[in-house]
């Protein structure tokens, strides 16, 4: 899940949740829609992730995955209503992994093998905030995610039963949509300080697609796949207190219930094209990937300090335990980064406002003796990852 969303986010540590001074805030908390500057506004963000993964294991020393920049973007429109209502929608890339290593095969597939995995969650958000007093707003968003999954690479079945440990060569492909939303409020507290509190539901997927699978001795086969996996459900507390005329500080607290959305990813596999795979291994391959993720906690502080009335710098810390086990630790999700200290900058006059910010996420090397996976494949392997976030905003108010 990402820390951040959006520049001015992203400058001060990704607290967001008592604040109105962007777009994002109507995915992040839209109980604050109503708080926002004026009649309106519209915010456009532009991201690039730039990652460094590394594995090793006994038959690969030391190899780097294909560190190819991911572009990313976000756009929000917010408005006001009569009657103490706001109302607004926006278009978010939340989430996801991603990794490409070329390496040296298992023994059941030798020479090298690319193991790729592509995990991504996109929201469609439309939103609406009420007044209730002058200390009190709540709102509540309500869309669609949209989720696309890719797993290619050697896999060993994991599932119980005759054919647990069966070498594959996997290659999955996955999308789906499922209604996904959350419920905000923010209570101005003093005239210097702002609460903010957030709930998502958790968000179930049923992505279909198509998988090619290569087993030894069976040959090759093209199925349908139905892939069943969950985006987690969070809960959000956020403090924002002006600290004499120019400073603000920040801090949100997220608990994100990872252990019931990623305790596995469950694919069911049908109508295969070669006849030998329905008569050897049944008319269905039911696969249950193991995960068991732990609940975390991510804590995030920033501090703004505004040079002139148009003029801001930022500053901020995330921390987010890793919530990965080290017996599921796979090169095909290393998602484990747990510190992420950042910078951001900011221009604004009366209508036009520009935000840069860089965030840095790093993670210490994680050492795995005997993995969970069935297969030996990913024993006695190491893994290290770091990421570069590059984030550009443009905000118009009305």
């Known amino acids: 899940m990402r820390d951040a969303l959006g520049a001015r986010s992203a400058g001060r540590g990704g607290a967001n949740l008592a604040f109105a001074d962007n777009g994002a805030v109507l995915h992040d908390n839209p109980g604050a829609l109503t708080a926002v500057a004026g009649e309106g506004l519209v915010d456009v963000n532009f991201d690039l992730l730039v990652t460094d993964l590394e594995y090793a294991d006994a038959d690969n020393p030391h190899v780097d995955a294909s560190d190819n920049p991911f572009p990313l973007a976000q756009t929000t429109i917010i408005r006001h209503a009569p009657g103490g209502w706001s109302y607004g929608v926006g278009v978010y890339s939340t989430a996801g992994f991603c ?82 939303g959350a419920v905000g409020l923010q209570v101005l507290l003093t005239p210097t300080t702002t609460v903010g509190l957030a709930y998502y539901e958790e968000t179930r997927m049923r992505l279909d697609g198509t998988a090619r699978v290569t087993v030894p001795g069976l040959g090759q086969s093209a199925f349908d796949a139905d892939f069943r996996m969950a985006w987690p459900r969070s809960l959000g507390l956020g403090v924002r207190q002006e600290v004499g005329l120019q400073g603000v500080l920040s801090a949100d607290v997220y608990w994100y219930n990872w252990s019931r959305a990623f305790d596995n990813f469950r694919v069911n596999l049908s109508d295969a094209s070669n006849p030998v795979f329905a008569q050897v291994l049944g008319p269905q391959i039911q696969e249950t990937m193991p995960l068991a993720w732990r609940d975390t ?30 017996g599921t630790l796979a090169p095909f999700i290393q998602t484990t980064l747990e510190h992420s200290p950042s910078i951001g900058y900011g221009w604004q006059n009366e209508c036009y406002a520009i935000d840069l910010a860089y965030q840095y996420s790093f993670d210490r090397p994680r050492d795995v003796a005997s993995s969970d996976f069935v297969g030996g494949d990913f024993d006695q392997a190491r893994h290290h990852t770091t990421a570069h976030w590059f984030f550009f905003s443009f905000l118009r108010r009305f």
Do not use: C
Request: net charge neutral; no cysteine; hydrophobic share 40%.
């Open 99 to 180: 990794a490409t290593y070329d390496m040296q095969g298992p023994a059941a597939f030798p020479g090298r093998q690319r193991y790729k995995s592509i995990g991504t969650l996109a929201r469609i958000l439309p939103a609406v905030a009420y007044q209730v007093t002058d200390w009190l707003s709540v709102g509540a968003s309500l869309g669609v995610a949209a989720s696309h999954m890719e797993l290619e690479g050697p896999y060993y079945l994991q599932s119980p039963g005759p054919w647990r440990g069966a070498p594959t060569l996997l290659d999955l492909q996955a999308t789906g949509a499922s209604p996904t």
């Open 297 to 326: 906690v991510s804590v995030r502080v920033g501090y703004e300090h505004f040079l002139t009335e148009r003029q801001v710098v930022r500053a901020g810390y995330i921390y987010h335990r890793n919530p990965i086990p080290d």
